[in-house]
């Protein structure tokens, strides 16, 4: 397991973190910096006291990244879609214990409620007659090393869609699917069809692996395997980037009528999204939650 830690200001923190995770950090914990100094600020809450902006003036960021990446190109993606005024300091790397990060972060998944009826759930988790099977729709996930337990916000904000908007009968593309955590709540939403794809091999193996926990079925693949069908629904919860590059390729893959959700996104990046599938399909924001934005646009 590597280790990074760097300092950066009070307003990058939260942002920085963020990308961090969703680029394939293992955890990013945030302490103050000047802990201990003669000009420490310490930040006290107190009950019924909100806090806009939990973070300190200096915040040290430590990073697990698993042996498997090289940590310094996961900070340099992490750092290419921010602002280029974004400053970090006190960079160091060291290597630690190897720990299974898997199970911890299992033994710390709890429900995630993402609307009335619709909750994540840890694969453990005991279903009962007081879960109230009959008016919840639950998702088992086991998210092994891929993204996607559904307490991020872009996550979140995919899902909330589909349960909100998701047609009965659907056919979906889950593009990026990390854990499968989109195109099996797909399913049990009412979806007939779902297929997912992935560079990851790892993805491709924990989404078949939750697929089955959930008795869905839902077809896997590497994106070479698509065939030319266009979907009722296509969604991509990954980063600016990729976004970017494969609006072509995304826009040409719904159905006509049908809806396009993009998330991974900040509110900083909407426009350069919006232009990027102005070709194709016109973007506009359906939700915003902690600065990620989910973005849908209908294919005309």
């Known amino acids: 397991m590597h280790e990074l830690s760097l300092n950066c200001f009070h307003s990058d923190a939260e942002l920085l973190s963020d990308k961090l995770l969703l680029v394939g950090a293992c955890s990013v914990s945030v302490e103050d910096a000047d802990a201990g ?3 420490e600020i310490p930040i006290f809450g107190e009950p019924g006291i909100v806090l806009e ?9 430590s990073v697990l990244i698993s042996e498997h990446l090289d940590p310094l190109q996961v900070l340099n993606y992490a750092l290419d879609s921010l602002e280029d ?3 970090i300091t006190n960079l160091v790397f060291k290597k630690v214990l190897d720990i299974d990060w898997v199970s911890l972060v299992q033994s710390n998944f709890s ?7 619709l909750r994540i759930v840890p694969v453990n988790y005991s ?33 909330s869609w589909m349960d909100l908007h998701l047609v009965s009968n659907s056919s979906v593309l889950d593009y990026g699917c990390g854990s499968g955590i989109l195109s099996i709540a797909a399913m049990k939403l009412g979806a007939k069809k779902a297929v997912a794809v992935d560079i990851d091999p790892l993805a491709i193996d924990t989404t078949v692996n939750n697929a089955n926990i959930n008795n869905v079925l839902v077809d896997v693949k590497l ?6 069908e266009r979907y009722n629904l296509v969604v991509a ?21 049908g809806s396009l959700l993009l998330s991974g996104i900040l509110t900083s990046q909407i426009k350069s ?10 973007l506009s924001v359906w939700k915003i939650k902690d600065d990620w934005v989910c973005l849908h646009g209908i294919r005309i």
């Open 37 to 39: 100094c003669d000009y």
């Open 223 to 228: 994106p070479s395997h698509l065939t030319d």
């Open 273 to 282: 999204i919006e232009l990027a599938y102005s070709n194709y399909i016109k």
């Open 111 to 117: 429900i995630c409620e993402i609307t009335d009826r």
């Open 127 to 159: 279903l009962d007659k007081g879960n109230d099977l009959d008016t919840k729709i639950y998702v088992r996930i086991d998210p092994g090393m891929a993204f996607g337990t559904g307490s991020h916000s872009t996550t979140s904000l995919c899902l």
């Open 53 to 61: 902006n939990l973070s300190w003036k200096r915040n040290k960021l």
């Open 85 to 87: 005024s974004l400053v």
């Open 237 to 257: 919860n990954i980063l600016k980037e990729p976004l970017q590059i494969l609006a072509a390729e995304l826009s040409r893959r719904v159905e006509v009528g």
